[in-house]
């Protein structure tokens, strides 16, 4: 029973990476890439290791559960800091953005400065 | 039945490193690198359903805290450079 469990989040988990990889591929842009990549190739992670904390004995269920928790702290982090990076560093949106109020933001900024 | 995983995993890390090699700009290829660190973390995981070892878990920690810290440096190079390939 429970390893039936186990076995249905980690194919859950490899679906989850998959369309994510696949996202990173087909998207047209950085910030959609980015966007499309690290949500769902972070959750489908955290499922594959909810398999080991379901499936295996306390000391490796503790060890999956510290690299859970780093994982859902630091690719956020991760992933905000590689988008301001790339906003700060002038890389073009797809012609299809509405909406940019940070880049906005940042130059009038400039211009208050100057 | 976890080979079946091995192989997706495999198709993923392919996906990530046609973008490491195609993506137009430098943050393109920052973004994959990041994203190919998580699916090591992935890679680790079954290798520890493979072989029953909870050494690999180790690993998959290490490998976590590195990735980290490499796209935190990587995201503060392309912030102060700006360039563009």
Redesign the interface.
Known sequence: MKETIS?IF??I??LF??L???G??RFPD?YL??MA??KS??L??GL??LS?VIA?SA??AA??V??LL??SV??P???H??A???S????KMWEGTVCDKFTEDRKRKTNEKT | MIIFGFIILIICSALCLYRIGRGPTASDRSVAIDILGIIVVAFCVLLYFKTGDGFYLIVAIAWALLSFIGALALAKFLEDKGFDE
């Open positions: 076995h980690l194919f988990g490899l990476d998959l994510g990889c696949i990173l591929v950085v890439r980015l990549a690290t190739v972070t489908g992670t594959i290791l080991v295996g000391p490796v060890k999956a510290l690299v780093f994982i630091t690719s982090t991760a992933a800091a590689l301001r990076a790339s700060v560093s002038d890389i």
